[in-house]
């Protein structure tokens, strides 16, 4: 499940795990942190992960060449006084944890606003993402996806986003798009300029919210590394006017368990067969050791609860009709109120 993600780096005997061990007791911390006394352990993390900021000592800055766009670097100063940094804010290290954090905030928040500004936007807080996957199929998933971002688009600003191969969107909700992921995902591999004005171009608006179209062929998914996903994941989050993204993503997270990360809410759809089970605890299992943070974020959704008790979803000649006003929708509605998602 998304949280902010600061990464801190020093290589002082027992200050990353002190600092650590402060967070961790401190529920309400704003980061989930990932400290390092290694800095050649950095780059090795951000191999698969991603983080909004970057806080590392003066004497490690510079070791190991960032190998991932960090969107806020900040250097630990070990002197008396903190100094203007030419290149980076700077802060204190021999503080308290707690008020080195505020400073933290301090810093993020500035820089949110300077970005905002270059580019003549109005600051707005970054949205919020609901992820949807299962590794099994056949759950729910696009139906449970879709009901919570119409419900949501009746009085948010909402776009969803489907990664799943032959989604069925334009059969089953008769959407119709002129362009696809595909030409979206060439913009990132190719690097250049503008990304959130080519995802915009792709966006249809339909049923009272924004649709990113899915890609036609599967295989341009995993042409994108995990940076890239997550470069396109702040893009969406921080320079559009959305204030919440549904992220449909399918099996997924299967080849990329990052894209988790990049949720500040997960929903697992499940049927309730016994080959269902075995599936979802199999990647459960391996899940856990990758993050057991992350796994204990994770709300299971039963499929009854997205079909209903004798609702067959292949038999439902409208769809749209159905997830609007069936038991998804009911479910939808439930999910909203216990999130406090209309705030």
């Known amino acids: 499940m998304r949280k902010q993600v600061m990464v801190l780096v020093d290589s002082e005997e027992g200050y990353a795990e ?34 909004e900021v970057l ?22 100063s070990d002197r008396s006084g903190v100094r203007g940094g030419d290149e980076l804010p700077t802060i204190r290290k021999y503080q308290p944890v707690s008020a080195i954090l505020k ?31 299962s590794p099994a199929g056949r ?41 696809y992921f595909d030409d979206l995902a060439y913009h990132l591999l190719s690097g250049s300029p503008g990304l959130q004005s080519v995802l915009q171009a792709a966006v249809i608006e339909s049923a009272g919210i924004s649709v990113l179209p899915p890609a036609r062929e599967p295989s341009v998914y995993l042409e994108i590394s995990n940076a890239l996903w997550q470069k396109l994941m702040r893009t969406v989050r921080e320079e559009s006017q959305y204030e919440i993204i549904v992220l449909d993503m399918g099996t997924m997270p299967l080849f990329y368990p990052s894209l988790l990360d990049e949720c500040d809410l997960l929903y697992m759809p499940a049927a ?23 796994l204990s974020g994770i709300r299971t959704v039963s499929a009854k ?12 000649e409208d769809w749209l ?13 439930k999910v909203i109120r216990e999130e406090d998602l209309w705030t």
């Not at 989930?32 to 992960?49: I, K």
């Open 18 to 51: 002190r600092f650590k061990e402060y967070v961790n007791r401190t529920k309400t911390a704003p980061y989930q942190l990932r400290a390092f006394s290694d800095p050649g352990l950095m780059n090795v993390y951000f191999e698969t992960h991603r983080a």
């Open 139 to 179: 759950c729910g998933k696009t139906t449970f996806a879709m009901a919570l971002a119409l419900k949501l688009g009746t009085r948010r600003a909402v776009l969803y986003m489907n990664t799943d191969s032959y989604s069925g969107l334009q059969k089953l909700a008769g959407f119709h798009f002129h362009q």
């Open 272 to 294: 309730e067969d016994a080959h269902s089970a075995r599936i979802i605890a199999e990647y459960l299992e391996r899940l856990k050791e990758r993050d057991p943070e992350l």
């Open 103 to 133: 400073e933290v905030e301090r810093i993020v928040g500035e820089s949110i606003k300077q970005t905002a500004e270059k580019k003549g936007d109005i600051w707005k807080p970054p949205s919020k993402t609901i992820g949807v996957f």
């Open 321 to 333: 009709r159905f997830v609007t006003g069936g038991p998804p929708a009911l479910l939808a509605e």
């Open 305 to 316: 609860e997205i079909f209903g008790e004798e609702m067959n979803p292949g038999d439902e």
């Open 55 to 76: 806080l590392i000592s003066e004497a490690d800055y510079g070791k190991e060449k960032l190998k991932a766009e960090v969107p806020v670097r900040i250097l630990l």
